[in-house]
């Protein structure tokens, strides 16, 4: 014992006299004569500078304080980090790669310089590393950064590169020679571009590395990094980083794990500089399309240096002296790397006049861009498990930015956008519908996440909405109108942190450290059953003789066990009605008898603007006050729209999962025949659309069973919509944004549904009144979508002739992508297998976004086309993978399920998911849950869908009556606009 205790106590002092003799090295990447030819690789000087060892930084990290700054060259690293022991190689380390990518036609070879530490433990073991879709030519391997490297036995299996030295050390020099494919799908290193301009790019998140050079590829990794380009033949090459002095390819050494890395070697053109040091970049001919964009990014990149109060060109030395941001032509993905931005076109560019809609995404997405350059990259996450506390940063700042470049008091403009609108409806109400399932994923999984598939499915699920769904809710728990604790736990990270990972203990310490009086107790206990279970609660409210009592259950569409939450209450009545007080009143944690006397007449609301992250439910009686109050239009107004909302979606979804009649959720509904808001219209939509597949698919070659069923609850709803907003905008009066976006989604879903008005608005819109045979170029941009597909599925080939024709003119590139989905309305079954045909063609005229988008329509668009997408994809699932990109066929896999609307299209699309010859490799996980999504929904369709059915046959309005008013009302409209 004794012996043992003196042994380790020599290893531990060795290993710190070894930190501190080789952090005082220049880093192998810093010698340019490491990137020399083979021959004369044999005698270079290998001088690395090295890390501890995991067990010195486990064991010494509180001494160290876990952020101890080590200077080397002109790199300032973290020596000691938090570790979470990588699956790939437990006790090895990889202190510093230098990489040199020499691209050929459409391959490219690779060089990489590893400078690899291992345990006392562990340095008889080999060397392992990912290597992913790499041919691995050579490996050589030399002790303590010696000069004497000599070829060592390898071996490749299922993606890793095994390295198996003649000696016996603790630290590594190793050059590996390799050759590798360049993707064309978006990721890792790829060719992207267009039929004008193509490009060279390179984007590592979240786990693509290993396929462009041998590496850890784990999120806490922290290593010295360089990168060096050859074979390119583009105008401009930009990185995360300066390039080194004289070297037109040869990147100066960052600091992190290889995920934050990006580049891309272009021919594009500078368009704008929003502001200084930030270029716009976009391909050669797009003119007079980025000025709402180049607006939107000054006021972003100034607010986010304000908001987060770390200057974004002092994130870190050798930083690129810019924000490049690209506007790419066929892409869209996430990009985490420092001075390397990449955003889809149609998110950026627009015309003058242009779609509400797209101003939406558009702003959306940049806001969300150009944020990831402080959370993903200045701070990132421990393991892939935390990706919640980054995510939520990201989408939670995002909408910040667009609301401080909406301003505050601009309501009465008529471009505004209603950003808290949009944050419930398209954050918050999207996250509780998908958290509905019963095997949502918790915001932070039990244990961390190493496996690719596990991580895609993580990183790019529920996580993105949710987490800055319940930081939204934690910022009104904790704070006040002018107390901010998520900005302040950002501003907290983001100069702490900086540059190093964090967790979710380091996030409530974020919000600890100015949070000094908390209603909430231990934030710790608050915040863990939010975060570390899935599904939210119901809060349960019933009048009784004392009041007004609250309960919370858990929620779900199917039964489950879940923790009880704090619950942040607010609520309002009739008789004070209140709307603005968003701050909780109280909060509950099992039951709570509230002091509220009403009368007969009089309603109480709860979850005020829906900014709760939970459900509510209300006794019968409560009910059906609010519904009294919902059918009088007077009021009915005197209600916020977002609880008009809330109160459609809360409604619906109650049904859904059994726990409230299809009868009360449907009287909620009927009430919107006075409902002309967004927010109460988007929540109808999106789960009216559940209903409105499943009632199609039940009717389908049915002649007992009405075929107009669902259409029948469209003419009971949409009255107002169809007086006041019309489906004939005049082009002439500036009308509010938000109520063009309004009726671009009512609109669209008025028409699939067989809304004859609707229709017969559409005919008249298509043509151009000079010339019947090409598209009319000024149809409204916001009805185009509705208008198009319309046409699409009511016309024939000369409808889809002159939308191919008009898709050869179309100077903006979102307005192309609108074609392209109406095109997916056809119900012609030879025209969408061409047309699905030609996304997976080697010559394909898409992008690889155009091709998800063309099949996400095509299934979205119609029962059999729901059945003609889910065989092109069970036929043809490698030709997916290889021309969209493994993440968009898991992508499209969820849009599949969400379409599967009836037994047999489940049936066929189980015995694909649990075929053993389906050809889905490593995205099966992810076909299994969306297989347990249509099972789930199956349970529905067993238990409810005749019920709905029978419901909607047996209370019927007068609705032929109507419809025909209204479809004169119409063609009155038409010729008088004629």
């Known amino acids: 014992m004794v012996w043992s205790k003196f042994k380790w106590k020599c290893i531990f002092f060795t290993y710190i006299i070894l930190f501190n003799v080789f952090t005082k090295s220049l880093p192998l990447i810093n010698s340019p004569s490491l990137l020399k030819s083979n021959t004369e690789s044999e005698n270079v000087d290998t001088n690395f ?71 006392a433990a562990t340095r008889e073991d080999a060397i392992i590393l990912h290597a992913e879709d790499l041919n691995i030519n050579s490996v050589r391997a030399g002790v303590l950064g010696g000069s004497n490297l000599q070829d060592v036995d390898y071996d490749v299996d299922d993606g890793e590169l095994e390295i198996s030295p003649d000696s016996i050390a603790s630290i590594y020099s190793i050059i590996i020679e390799y050759s590798g494919q360049l993707s064309n799908t978006g990721r890792g290193l790829y060719l992207g571009g267009n039929d004008q301009v193509n490009y060279l790019a390179m984007n590592l998140h979240p786990t693509y590395a290993r396929r462009v050079f041998p590496c850890m590829d784990e999120p806490t990794e922290a290593s010295i990094i360089s990168f060096s380009f050859e074979g390119l033949d583009y105008t401009h090459l930009t990185s995360n980083s300066m390039l080194v002095e004289n070297s037109q390819t040869h990147f100066r050494a960052l600091v992190g794990p290889p995920h934050l890395w990006g580049m891309i070697a272009h021919n594009f053109v500078t368009v704008n500089l929003p502001t200084a040091n930030v270029l716009l970049f976009s391909r050669p001919g797009v003119s007079n399309q980025d000025s709402q964009a180049s607006v939107a990014i000054n006021s972003f990149f100034n607010n986010l240096n304000e908001w987060t109060q770390k200057p974004y060109f002092e994130v870190i030395e050798n930083q690129d002296g810019r924000m490049n941001i690209m506007v790419l032509p066929d892409v869209s993905t996430d990009w985490t790397s420092l001075s390397t931005v990449g955003i889809w076109e149609p998110h950026v560019f627009m015309e003058q006049i242009h779609a509400v809609k797209q101003r939406v995404i558009g702003l959306t997405k940049i806001a969300e861009a150009m944020s990831r350059q402080w959370f993903g990259y200045v701070i990132y996450p421990e393991n892939w498990r935390y990706e919640w506390v980054v995510a939520g940063f990201t989408t939670y700042s995002a909408y910040e930015m667009m609301r401080m470049f909406q301003g505050d008091n601009i309501a009465n403009d008529v471009n505004w956008l209603d950003v808290n609108t949009l944050f419930v409806t398209e954050v918050i109400q999207e996250s509780l519908l998908r958290d509905a399932y019963i095997n949502s994923n918790p915001l932070e999984p039990a244990d961390n996440l190493f496996d690719e598939d596990v991580i895609r499915d993580h990183v790019n699920g529920l996580v993105k909405l949710k987490s800055a769904a319940v930081m939204r809710m934690i910022r009104l728990v904790l704070g006040d109108e002018d107390t901010d604790f998520i900005q302040i736990a950002a501003r907290a990270l983001l100069n702490v942190r ?11 310490d974020g919000i600890n450290s100015e949070l000094v009086n908390s209603n909430v107790g231990d934030f710790d206990e608050y915040l863990e059953p939010w975060v570390e279970s899935n599904g939210y609660p119901l809060l349960r ?82 009910w059906e006050r609010i519904i009294e109050a919902l059918e009088d239009p007077d009021r009915r107004a005197e209600i916020h729209p977002l609880n008009r909302a809330t109160l459609v979606d809360d409604a619906l979804n109650l049904a859904r999962a059994g726990q409230l009649g299809y009868d009360i959720a449907f009287a909620v509904v009927l009430s919107m025949e006075h409902e002309t808001e967004y927010a109460v219209w988007k929540a109808f939509v999106r789960n009216m659309n559940f209903l409105k597949k499943r009632l199609e698919a039940f009717v389908f070659d049915d002649e007992d069973l009405d075929p107009d069923i669902y259409l029948r609850m469209v003419r009971r709803t949409i009255p107002a919509v169809e007086r006041e907003l019309t489906f004939y905008p005049d082009a002439s009066i500036s009308e509010p944004a938000m109520t063009s976006l309004t009726r671009g989604l009512v609109m669209d879903h008025a028409c699939r549904a067989g809304y004859r008005p609707c229709i017969a608005a559409a005919v008249d819109w298509f043509y151009d009144p000079n010339n019947n045979e090409v598209v009319n170029p000024n149809i409204p941009h916001e009805i185009r979508p509705a208008v198009y597909c319309t046409m699409v599925r009511e016309g024939g080939d000369e409808v889809i002739e002159a939308l191919y024709n008009r898709l050869e003119i179309e100077p903006t590139h979102y307005e192309r992508v609108v074609i392209l989905e109406s095109l997916g309305c056809s119900n012609d079954p030879d025209f969408i297998n061409g047309l699905l045909m030609q996304t997976i063609a080697s010559n394909s005229p898409y992008g690889v976004e155009e091709r998800v988008k063309i099949f996400a329509a095509v299934a979205e668009s119609s029962y059999t086309n729901a059945d003609l997408a889910r065989d092109f994809m069970r036929l043809r699932v490698n030709e997916i993978r290889n021309m969209y990109g493994v993440e968009k066929l898991e992508e499209l896999i969820f849009v599949l399920a969400e379409n599967m609307a009836d ?71 038409a010729i008088f606009n004629n």
């Open 49 to 119: 500078a090295t890390n501890t060892a995991e067990e010195l930084v486990e064991n010494y990290s509180d001494i160290l304080g876990g952020n101890n700054i080590v200077s080397s060259g002109d790199v300032t690293v973290n020596a000691t980090r938090s570790a979470v022991f990588r699956n790939i190689r437990p006790g090895q380390t990889v202190r510093s790669y230098a990489v040199e990518i020499t691209v050929n036609g459409n391959s490219f070879n690779g060089r990489a310089v590893l400078d690899v530490l291992l345990t």
């Open 498 to 508: 900086s540059l190093d990972t964090i967790n979710t203990l380091k996030f409530i």
């Open 541 to 622: 409210v019933e009048s009784t003789f004392s009041g007004v009592l609250l309960h919370q259950t858990p929620f779900g569409f199917t039964n489950r066990d879940s923790p009880s939450r704090l619950l942040p209450i607010t609520y309002t009545t009739s008789i004070e009605k209140n709307f603005n007080n968003i701050h909780p009143q109280f909060m509950l944690d099992i039951n709570h008898n509230l002091n509220v006397f009403l009368d007969e007449e009089d309603w109480i609301l709860f979850n005020i603007q829906g900014q709760g992250y939970y459900r509510v439910t209300y006794d019968t009686v409560l």
């Open 903 to 973: 037994r047999d299209l489940t049936r066929e699309f189980e015995i694909w998911v649990q075929s053993s010859f389906n050809n889905l490799e490593d995205s099966q996980m992810a076909a299994e849950r969306a297989l347990d999504y249509v099972q789930e929904n199956l349970n529905w369709e067993d238990t409810y869908r005749d019920d709905v059915y029978e419901w909607i046959d047996e209370n019927h309005a007068p609705t032929l009556v109507l419809s025909l008013v209204a479809l004169c009302v119409s063609i009155m409209a």
